[in-house]
């Protein structure tokens, strides 16, 4: 059978693409005949004519046997991703607000059954579950990936806590088509073997390259060379200040011993007068003989304009990082408006981080939990609650008021939306002030509720009345 319909009398052939059963003769007729004899090209050649086989490698055949046993290879580069954000406080903070934003607010459970949803609410708050999030989360950013192994007991499987462990030595087990095998943990030997469903883990920034693949691409990956030309410019700044702050000295010990001249110096005299020289701290004066002539020697730094250099470098890295410089301690300079697009870019970043987690949980994580204290239940997807992440950023409460209050009062919104848009209970507990508003002269009693801004025109003339609507809302706010 061919592996696709021969669109070629059907389709522009932009690609030249030969027909199929020209593609078919050609790999029996002109394969080598030691490929029969290569299992996985074997394997490769009897696929590929399989409608839908999934043949697509996602790493080399040749190294499949490797990878199932020992894990797949990864890149070189886990320690130094470990000590830049050990070591470089910019890196730190920024990966710190990253994983602060998206955890910190938390998240409620929805949907599902009650029974479900009420154990699993239980056992995320005895767990501390956000904590577990963040130390998941951090990794992910540093690492690429983080790895989480649910430690159940042996004789009811509960899930009875959490382990976070370290992805500078763990590996995946897997064949070239991504089938997962399982995971190994090179941090003893022989290496700790898991199964699949003993390992759950998150992945960050994942694509179709052979190490990233399976084990996702760190956030400071591009920003190594960077970072290593920073690190190299402080090490060259620190000798310059050591220049300015100790300058070089030219000493010239005796003369020639002309008429006039003082004699000329021994080798003996000249080496401890350098050794004195070299021994010499910053703010010490030096002293010496009246023969000995002393001038300081001009910095050849003293005129070097590196600014824009350590700025282009600051520049480059920042951009990886992604964190708006308001988070940083820093002015954003920039106006209101570009500094939304930013914050609103930012957070749906972090937002697609959440959805990846969530899915993660929910298909991987709560059904294991259930399990283990429901084992008679029928666990399907319908019946697991989901995630609702809690918002990551909110305006200030005023200008949030002033939103709300504009929607009340054009009737798209009800009482209980606004009052649970601004973070308040659904009902009001008690009997509500009088305020007594002053009437303008010239108005009603019956006066309009008017917000900050141009009205809209487009939207009819509306009376609220003392008591009720957006006044009304108003007072129980206040």
């Not at 050849?300 to 988070?327: C, H, M, N």
């Not at 009800?414 to 008690?430: C, F, H, S, V, W």
Request: proline content about 8%; hydrophobic content about 35%; some cysteine.
């Amino acid at each position: 059978m061919p592996l696709r319909k021969d669109l070629s009398l059907t389709m522009p052939n932009t690609l030249r693409n030969v027909p199929n059963p020209v593609a078919v003769s050609q790999r029996e007729t002109e394969v080598p005949v030691a490929w029969r004899g290569d299992w996985n090209l074997t394997q490769y050649v009897n696929n590929y004519s399989l409608k839908a086989s999934g043949i697509g490698f996602v790493s080399s055949p040749y190294t499949s046997i490797w990878d199932r046993i020992w894990g797949v290879t990864p890149v070189q580069d886990l320690p130094k991703f470990k000590a830049l954000y050990s070591y470089v406080p910019r890196i730190q903070a920024s990966v710190d607000v990253k994983v602060n934003l998206e955890i910190s607010n938390g998240f409620t459970l929805e949907g599902g059954t009650n029974t479900f949803r009420d154990f699993l609410g239980e056992w995320i708050e005895s767990h501390d579950m956000l904590e577990t999030m963040r130390s998941e989360e951090k990794d992910a950013q540093v690492f690429g990936t983080s790895y989480t192994e649910p430690c159940m007991d042996e004789d009811s499987a509960r899930v009875e806590w959490l382990k976070t462990l370290d992805p500078e030595y763990m590996r995946v087990r897997q064949d070239c088509y991504k089938n997962i095998f399982g995971y190994a943990q090179l941090q003893s030997y022989p290496p700790v073997v898991f199964e699949p469903e003993e390992i759950y883990r998150t992945l960050n920034n994942v694509s179709s390259w052979q190490f990233e693949n399976a084990y996702g691409t760190s956030s400071l990956r591009s920003i190594l060379h960077i970072q290593a030309l920073i690190d190299d410019f402080q090490a060259d700044m620190a000798k310059i200040m050591k220049v300015y702050t100790k300058p070089m000295l030219i000493a010239q010990a005796g003369g020639d011993g002309s008429p006039g001249m003082p004699a000329p110096w021994s080798d003996p005299q000249i080496q401890d007068l350098s050794s004195e020289i070299a021994q010499r701290d910053q703010g010490t004066d030096l002293v010496v003989r009246g023969d000995v002539k002393v001038t300081p020697m001009s910095s050849l730094t003293k005129d070097l304009k590196a600014e824009w250099w350590i700025q282009y470098l600051e520049r480059q890295r920042d951009s990886q990082l992604g964190v708006p410089k308001i988070f940083l301690g820093e002015p954003e300079g920039a106006n209101r408006a570009t500094a939304d697009v930013v914050m609103q870019e930012f957070i749906t970043r972090l937002r697609m981080r959440q959805r990846h987690r969530s899915g993660v949980y929910e298909t991987q994580l709560f059904p294991l939990i259930l399990r283990g204290d429901f084992p008679d239940s029928l666990i399907i997807p319908d019946k697991i609650p989901k995630l609702k992440w809690k918002p990551i950023w909110e305006p200030p409460t005023d200008v949030k008021m002033s939103r709300v209050i504009d929607l009340y009062n054009n009737m798209l919104m009800g009482d209980k939306e606004a009052r649970g848009e601004l973070g308040l209970p659904e009902k009001i507990d008690g009997v509500l002030k009088q305020q007594p508003t002053p009437t303008p002269q010239g108005m009603l009693e019956e006066r309009q509720f008017e917000t900050p801004g141009e009205p809209k025109k487009q939207l009819p003339f509306k009376v609220v009345k003392s008591g009720s609507g957006a006044s009304y809302l108003v007072r129980s706010l206040s």
